[in-house]
């Protein structure tokens, strides 16, 4: 596939080819929720079905050459990851079982060991639950305060109210890449740049961005990085933090086991290096290897290619849903991927999606698990359009069609 040249029509016909979800389920679906999680390639199905069919064994502990393969595979990921990211060295690619567990794992170690009475974890209104709770939960038991950056009607994050926010006691700031509600794309790099010019480290959710934008971790310059496989064609159950090198040296374990282990005494025991150290017990190998699959799957039809496709997609859902009387879009950030979000007038977005799913169209309705987004936009809920380069524009077109149908019955 050439790619520098957009993607047309044919191209999307092959890359769809490659879904069998969409091709042979035998059930028509336009499937429009994959900001939840996306639909997955038979290449990395196979990758998976591969590895438990000839390639099982245990990583890093058998010694015979089944065992040398698959642990020699589950490093290749690891590098290939890593490359896909612009990280550094993949030992600061750490497998981790999605982007809650990353979340998790930086709150239980680099929070646990850096927070103390008093100090302060930033956080904004656009976070998922996932980027809220595990702050949450380490202030407690450390008596730090979380604090909250606005998102504004735009619904998106601004420098000059992140300036104002960060304090002499400030310790992480923990800041969407993309929102899972609106889709904006918030400025990254300028948010890290402000930040680190006060000496505070941070620390970016990217579940929604890693699968529809490049990233370049090195370049951004930020200190922790978090997305999930299964939201960019990988497999569910296998996740990816990236720390900084000298960050996880310095940061403790969060979970005792195989794996992590370089001595166990009767009274102590001594970790490995990362990552290692953060990797006790089985850790997803068959997932890991199949995400590798699906990167090299993304970078052979094109990253760029299939982000400005998606681009297309989501300003023709703008244009459409603006042209339904009654429908409000949420947030008008200056630059948006992966989802829209909206609110049809005198409905509710779990009946939108009821009605919605009678024509085979797929979409999310509800709080997005980002309830304190929700109360910013004063709404209880709302229904997500989320397409992916697999979508075509025809089946955005239905999909509005659809919707006005909607709004007619409840009209």
């Excluded at 490049?214 to 569910?236: E, N, Q, R």
Aim: net charge neutral; proline share 6%; hydrophobic share 40%.
């Amino acid at each position: 596939m050439n790619e520098t040249k957009p993607l047309g029509g044919g191209d999307i016909r092959r890359l769809r080819a490659d879904f069998p979800l969409l091709t042979d389920s035998g059930v028509p679906v336009i499937y429009l929720d994959n900001a939840a999680t996306t639909q997955k390639p038979r290449a990395v199905i196979d990758a998976l079905t591969r590895f438990y069919a000839l390639q099982n064994a245990p990583v890093h502990r058998g010694i015979y050459r089944l065992g040398d393969q698959a642990s020699a595979l589950y490093e290749q990921a690891r590098s290939r990851v890593s490359r896909f990211i612009g990280a550094g060295s993949s030992s600061e690619i750490v497998f981790t079982r999605g982007t809650t567990e990353s979340i998790n794992l930086v709150a239980q170690t680099f929070g646990r060991r850096r927070l103390g009475p008093g100090d302060e974890i930033l956080v904004t209104e656009m976070e998922h639950h996932a980027n809220i709770v595990p702050w949450q939960i380490v202030c407690r038991e450390h008596g730090a305060i979380l604090r909250w950056i606005p998102a504004g009607r735009a619904c998106e994050v601004r420098a000059d109210e992140l300036a104002r926010r960060l304090g002499p006691r400030t310790r992480l700031l923990a800041v969407v890449h993309v929102s899972n509600v609106t889709g904006t794309v918030n400025p990254i790099g300028s948010l890290i740049e402000i930040a680190h010019a006060k000496g505070v480290p941070v620390l970016v959710d990217g579940a929604q961005a890693a699968g529809h934008l490049p990233v370049d971790v090195t370049a951004l310059g930020c200190d922790f990085y978090a997305f999930s496989g299964h939201k960019m064609l990988g497999p569910m159950g296998v996740g990816i933090l990236y720390g900084r090198g000298d960050l996880l040296r310095d940061m403790p374990p969060w979970q005792g086991g195989g794996g992590a282990i370089a001595h166990v005494g009767r009274d102590s025991s001594t970790f490995r290096e990362p990552p290692a150290k953060f990797e006790a017990g089985t850790p997803p190998v068959a997932e890991a290897i199949a995400l590798a699959e699906a990167i090299e799957y993304i970078e052979r039809a094109g990253r760029a290619r299939l982000a400005a496709y998606e681009q297309s997609l989501i300003h023709q859902v703008e244009r459409g849903l603006k042209d339904i009387p009654g429908v409000r879009i949420h947030g008008d950030p200056t630059e948006r991927a992966a989802a829209v979000s909206f609110s049809l007038e005198g409905v509710h977005p779990h009946d939108v999606s009821q009605m919605l799913d009678e024509d085979g169209i797929a979409v999310r309705a509800g709080n997005l698990c980002a309830q304190p987004l929700m109360d910013a936009l004063g709404v209880p809920g709302v229904v997500r359009i989320a397409p992916a380069f697999y979508n075509t524009p025809e089946e955005i077109d239905l999909t509005m069609q659809a919707l006005d149908r909607v709004r007619g019955i409840f009209r």
